[in-house]
């Protein structure tokens, strides 16, 4: 078995991101998590990473049972987003549902780091700005109050070779 090393003068591979969100809107207030992250408490749609062998939508119903407790039932894309962390460097590609949530489950524990589930209206996103975990955040909110829907039929999950 050979072992494979990297050319220590090609560059590295740029391997972005991918990240899923829910924006869930009800009465004009958005579900949001604050979450304890490097920096401090960052407020955040519900999101997460896409895991091996997951699909998008999966992914963005798990990620917002373990964050918020609340099942999510996706409606459609809102949008698909690419942002560059100012400070890592980072590049997250952003796969953002909206839709609606039920079956809320009052005894499970949230993802370690949230420290609470809420909801906003936008008003109050924008007095919180500085604490916006993304600028994503609340450009999804503009989306999605701007009417931006796309179908789920846009996605397409290839399992086999």
């Known amino acids: 078995m050979s072992v494979l090393h990297q050319d220590p003068h090609e560059p590295m591979p740029w391997t972005p991101r991918v990240t899923v969100a829910?924006?869930?809107?009800?009465?004009?207030?958005?579900l949001l998590v604050e979450e304890s992250v490097a920096g401090g408490l960052r407020l955040n749609q519900p999101a997460g990473h896409l895991?091996?062998?997951?699909?998008?939508l999966a992914?963005?119903?798990r990620e917002t049972l373990e964050e918020t407790?609340?099942?999510?039932?996706?409606?459609?894309?809102?949008?698909?987003?690419r942002w560059r962390h100012p400070g890592s460097g980072d590049t997250y590609l952003r796969?953002?549902?909206c839709g609606t949530v039920r079956d809320h489950d009052d005894n499970r524990a949230l993802d370690?780091?949230?420290?609470r589930v809420l909801w906003m209206d936008r008003?109050?996103?924008l007095e919180r700005r500085a604490q916006l975990r993304s600028p994503l955040v609340l450009r999804c909110v503009d989306d999605y109050l701007a009417g931006r829907r796309h179908a789920l039929d846009l996605l397409h999950d290839e399992t086999g070779s």
């Open 22 to 30: 829910a924006v869930v809107e009800e009465a004009g207030r958005f």
């Open 95 to 97: 796969f953002a549902f």
């Open 59 to 61: 992914a963005v119903v």
């Open 51 to 56: 895991e091996d062998g997951e699909s998008i």
């Open 69 to 81: 407790a609340w099942h999510f039932v996706p409606e459609a894309i809102v949008g698909v987003y």
């Open 112 to 115: 370690r780091g949230i420290r």
């Open 123 to 125: 008003t109050a996103l």
